[in-house]
């Protein structure tokens, strides 16, 4: 057996192949570690030891906690990371988060990896920490919305808001009423019809955050594309997120990682276990 990853496998495909490599593992030495998905694949291949078999979720975070849960309960050959997105607490010994909100904002936590993709793609006169911290602070509405649509259980849509279509490039500035009109468009007129709703967000929004409070609440996706956008040069060409995400992930250092809480709740973990599953 060797350090491989398996991805597109089905539940059942999972559960199978993973209960078959206990089984041959005589030594109880390897770790199976289930991912959400192929972005979190790309950052863990070059941090993991040998003794790591990873395999990519069938569902995203709910289908880490499904399958350890049910079928994996008290192996600890068996791990999941996730985002930790909302979530207070520990859902799980065997499941860790990233640290912050998702993996995307434990690297950009990481000053020399962001400067390193502001050096890289960021033309403009903001200093480096101004604009990390003017991104955050400008997506904090919707960050917001995003918080109490999990924990309230709200069950809106949000994925289809384009934060580019609510750009105001004159200003530079993202307009929160453009956000809430399309979200009340996807959603039936949600924050109309339930005005308690929405002052909530309103309440939230006259709250001072740190900026640790503000990783904690601000999704990666939604921080890499306002950073693309004002990364956009004068001749109007874009920059993909998806290119800077890639990017991030190769600027973080193995150095990076070992000074987060996510690689001490690891080593803590393999102390326990006896395992090794950072190389």
Same mark, same amino acid.
């Given at each position: ?107 950009? $936590?990481?000053? #020399?990896?962001?400067? @390193? /993709? ?9 200093? +480096?920490?101004?604009? =990390? ?97 004002? $990364?956009?040069? #004068?001749?109007?060409? @874009? /920059? ?9 992930? +190769?600027?973080?250092? =193995? ?25």
């Amino acid at each position: 057996m060797s350090n491989s990853v398996r991805d597109n496998l089905t539940k059942e495909d999972i559960i199978s192949e993973i209960k078959l490599s206990i089984g041959a593992d005589i030594k109880k030495e390897y770790v199976y570690m289930l991912l959400e998905g192929s972005d979190d694949i790309k950052f863990w291949r070059g941090l993991i030891s040998e003794k790591v078999i990873i395999f990519e979720s069938f569902s995203g975070k709910n289908g880490i906690k499904e399958i350890i849960e049910e079928f994996f309960d008290t192996n600890p050959q068996v791990i999941g990371i996730r985002d930790k997105d909302y979530e207070s607490t520990l859902i799980h010994n065997s499941i860790f988060y990233y640290d912050y909100c998702c993996m995307e904002m434990m690297l950009i $936590c990481s000053s #020399e990896a962001f400067t @390193s /993709i502001y050096t890289e793609y960021y033309d403009g006169e903001i200093p +480096v920490n101004e604009l =990390k911290i003017r991104l955050l602070q400008q997506l904090k509405a919707l960050s917001h919305v995003r918080q109490l649509n999990e924990t309230n259980g709200w069950g809106i849509k949000i994925n289809g808001v384009s934060i580019g279509s609510a750009f105001n490039r004159e200003t530079n500035e993202l307009i929160f009423d453009t956000i809430v009109n399309k979200l009340n468009e996807m959603n039936r007129n949600f924050f109309i019809d339930n005005q308690e709703k929405k002052q909530c967000v309103d309440n939230l929004l006259r709250t001072e955050l740190t900026i640790e409070e503000l990783l904690n609440i601000t999704q990666g996706h939604d921080f890499l594309k306002l950073f693309s956008i004002y $990364c956009l040069k #004068e001749q109007g060409r @874009s /920059i993909s997120d998806i290119n800077i995400s890639a990017s991030l992930r +190769v600027a973080y250092r =193995k150095s990076d990682f070992e000074n987060s809480l996510l690689y001490t709740n690891l080593i803590d973990y393999e102390e326990k276990h006896k395992f090794k599953i950072v190389s």
